[in-house]
């Protein structure tokens, strides 16, 4: 079935929302289990017995990337008046000590296996699963972290 628009059409109606994420994120940094590399010092090594000198080395993984970032600053305020007058249309609020943060969907591939997330002083941890969206595809994900105790 055709389109009503053009792919070129497309692309300058999505281009906004890149340049608003260009424009209001930030930087956040995300850390990974660390690679354990084994080095062994002996020319005749074999994995399977344990008599031969090695160490381990520990390569961490970190990167940065940028999000927008939103606080559940008024934990008061009732987010469950429905929109609108519809009874079923309501909004998700999480609870005080959640952030929820919108990431590239390119990100998100370096970004998926992060067991530690820091912004603002703070630490958090995924939460969720994410939520993709976007106007045409989905081009940006949005994730809910906790902050670690």
Do not use: W
Request: proline content about 6%; aromatic content about 14%.
């Amino acid at each position: 079935m055709p389109s009503l628009l053009s792919q070129a059409e497309k692309d300058a109606y999505s281009l906004p929302f890149q340049d608003l994420h260009d424009t209001f994120s930030r930087q956040i940094v995300y850390f990974k289990e660390p690679d354990k590399v084994v080095i062994s010092t002996d020319v005749n090594y074999n994995p399977y017995y344990d008599n031969i000198d090695e160490s381990v080395e520990y390569i961490f993984q970190s990167g940065v990337i940028s999000a927008r970032i939103l606080y559940n600053k008024d934990v008061n305020q009732d987010y469950s008046t429905p929109l609108g007058g519809n009874k079923e249309s309501f909004r998700y609020v999480s609870p005080d000590g959640f952030a929820r943060i919108k990431i590239r969907k390119e990100d998100y591939a370096v970004f998926e296996d992060a067991i530690n997330i820091t912004f603002d002083g703070l630490e958090f941890e995924n939460e969720k699963t994410p939520r993709p969206h976007g106007l045409f595809q989905p081009n940006f994900l949005t994730l809910y972290l906790k902050i670690k105790k």
